[in-house]
Structure formats: C-alpha cells, structure tokens
C-alpha cells in the first residue's frame, strides 16, 4: 500500500492537488486530505512541489532487441527493466523488426511475460516486417485469441527496402485478421505498420481504409516523423481520424532545422495548430531496434539504437519548447496509447485503474516510478532490478 501526499496530478488531465492511495496494485482513492489508518502500514511518500503522471506506455520496443541490418555484429541487445523503469516506462509493447527468422515468436512471448515477472506491464504484437507474417500458432487470429500477451500485429514494413514489398491484397489480408482476432477476443487488434522512406508512404493504409471495410481507428502507423513528405500525409491520415505514432530520439534537436525528419514536439505543435484532436498522437523509442543509416545505395554505413529515454525527452521539449501543455503532451505516452491499444487499465489516474505512475519535479525529471503498485524507482535509484541487472 502507498499513500502519495499532497501531489500535482496530470491524470493526464491537470486535476490539482491530491492524495493519491494504492492497493493491491491499484489506484483505490484519489482525493483530498485522505486519511488511511497507521495499522495498514502504508508507505507514505511526501509528494509536495512533485508532480504525477500515470506510467509512460512505449508502444514500440524491440524487447529482443532488433535488426542485424549490416551482419550478425549489428544485432542490438535485449532489452532490460534498467533500459525501461528508470525512464517512467511502466508499460511496455514489444515486437519483431527486420529478422523475423533468428529472433521469432515463441522468444517474443517468452520475453514478454520475463518483464511481466519482473514487475512491469507487457504486451507484445504477432508477425514482423515480412508479410507472409511469422506467427506461433500459425494464424494471426490464432494468436491474438489464444495468447493473452498478444494485442496485435506488426511491425508490418511499408515502403521500406527491407519490407517484403507486400500486394493490397496481402496487406489488407493482415489487417482484417488481426480486426478479427482482435474484436473475438476484445483486444485492439491494432496494425502497428512500419513506415519506410519509400515514395509510395502511406498508400497501402489508405487504400485499405478507402476500398475495404475496415476502420481507420485499425491502423497504428510509425516513424511517422521520418520524413517532411510522409508527415503530411500522417497529418492527412489523423484529419480522418486515424492515430500516428512519432517516433522519438534522444539526439532530436528541437532547434536544428532538418532536412527530412520532424522532431515530435514540431510534429505535434502542427497537429494541434492544425486543430487535429490531441487523442490522436502517440510516441514511441523504437528501443533496442537498430537505426542503421544507409547510403545512396543502400550500403550500412552507420549505426546506433533506439532507447526509452527518448520519451521523457520528447515530453520536455514539447512543454518546454513547443508551449504544449504538459496534459497534452503526456496523452502521447499514457491516455492515448492505452486507447488505440484498447489497455483499459492504464493511461490514466483514476481510481480502478492500474497503480502506475509516473513522479516528476516541475522541470520534468523523473524522481519516483510505481508499477503495478510497487515503487520501481526511488530518488532516480532502481529499487527493483532484472535478476541478471
Ligand atoms: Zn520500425
């Protein structure tokens, strides 16, 4: 049991001043002055001059780690609690990338419920880059169904050298499974689509949206933000209202003017002068998933990794920089990813929901992380560590 006096709280709504009481693993009150009596033995923690915010949801983690785009060599790490909690992550989606053959399905589960055991929340996503999809079961239906830590597919590759260069046809195929799998077991069933620097962007979402039955509200696409011309039609695609997932990095420098990519405050700054409602937007690190850097040709001629770090600092820089309301930013890494992802225990401070939060000083860093009720972080110290940590 918790008691958090006298805090700030952005559920992500600013809601002022109040105290914050937790239960097994839940939120059971929230208001002001809460009295709980001494014998229940609750830690109290003085949370005066703080401010708190539900747990950040990364959406997009190669918890296996990812890539090899350049040789075995290149093969990034596993994610561990150490690359996550200290960063207010308290939720977390994992997936394949580029291999889909020497890292595969049965690992991605099997590291899904490791950080589970270890004390966060995860979910993970079926398929990777490549359609035919690499499933466990066999099935996309299959699997969302029957694996509870599957809540949907991707990253499905689009406009990518890498991707398998996937027909209509065999798009739309994978996007009315997992709407399938996802509405018979009251998932989200969400399309989590990888998007390349190729010319054609986001064709093949809008032509499944424009010439089939299924939703817009079915399509999570990302790396929106990677380049000025595939933004626009990002922005296009949340006018419908479909949700797009920026991609985050902790070398994003608000004030450089880049060729190509747009930095996620910009891109969101944008949306909202574009007056596209603020549930439609979501940040993600790609952690542990290779970035490697191409030349003309297509040769490697870099590389470096996506972190979770990267979500903090996109936050600050949109409140910061950006002169975006903190209750607005945060939507991107808690209420909005909870939505699309159809997580109806997380994203918000709210009495019945699930014990994450998030506690920051005023200038945004990060002091106090709680999962699942459990104080992960203290003071900026992990409390809790991976076994092997
Ligand atoms: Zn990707």
Redesign the pocket.
């Known amino acids: 049991m918790l008691l958090i006096k006298s805090i700030e709280v952005y559920a992500p709504e600013y809601l002022g001043r109040k105290d914050i009481f937790t239960a097994g693993g839940k939120i059971c009150r929230m208001a002001d002055n809460l009295e709980v009596p001494e014998y229940l033995g609750a830690e109290v923690i003085d949370g005066t001059g703080l401010i708190a915010t539900p747990g950040f949801i990364d959406n997009?983690v190669?918890v296996l780690g990812?890539g090899g785009e350049g040789g075995f060599g290149m093969r990034t790490p596993e994610v561990t609690l150490s690359d996550l909690t200290p960063y207010g992550v308290t939720t977390v989606v994992g997936l394949l990338?580029?291999d889909g053959i020497a890292r595969d399905m049965a690992s991605l589960i099997a590291k899904t419920k490791s950080l589970k055991e270890q004390g966060i929340s995860a979910y993970c996503m079926t398929g990777s880059?490549q359609i035919p999809v690499r499933t466990l079961t066999g099935d996309v239906i299959k699997d969302i169904m029957m694996i509870d830590e599957i809540i949907g597919v991707g990253?499905i590759?689009i406009s990518?050298h890498r991707s398998s260069q996937p027909s209509f046809r065999e798009f739309a195929q994978v996007a009315a499974d997992a709407r399938v799998g996802g509405m018979l077991s009251g998932k989200a069933g969400v399309v989590d689509v990888?998007?390349?620097t190729g010319r054609k962007r986001m064709e093949l979402i809008e032509r499944v949206v424009n010439e089939t039955e299924i939703p817009v509200t079915q399509f999570l696409p990302?790396?929106v933000n990677r380049g000025k011309k595939l933004f626009e039609k990002a922005l296009a695609f949340a006018q419908v209202g479909g949700t797009i997932d920026f991609?985050g990095n902790e070398n994003n420098d608000y004030d450089k003017e880049y060729k190509s990519k747009v930095v996620p405050a910009k891109g969101i700054r944008r949306m909202i002068d574009e007056g596209i409602s603020d549930e439609l937007f979501t940040i993600s690190s790609?952690g542990q998933?290779s970035m490697p850097r191409f030349d003309a040709d297509g040769n490697v001629i870099g590389m470096s990794m996506g972190k979770s770090s990267c979500l903090i600092k996109e936050i600050r820089d949109c409140v910061f920089k950006a002169d975006i309301p903190l209750e607005i930013a945060i939507k991107g890494i808690t209420s909005n990813p909870a939505r699309i992802l159809c997580l109806s225990n997380k994203g918000r401070l709210k009495e019945g929901k699930d014990a994450d939060l998030c506690i920051m000083t005023k200038d945004l860093n990060i002091d106090t992380v709680i999962a699942m009720g459990k104080i992960m972080v203290r003071h900026g110290e992990m409390l809790v560590k991976g076994l092997f940590e």
């Open positions: 997009h190669h990812g990338g580029t880059y990253e590759a990518d990888h998007l390349g990302t790396h991609t790609d998933g």
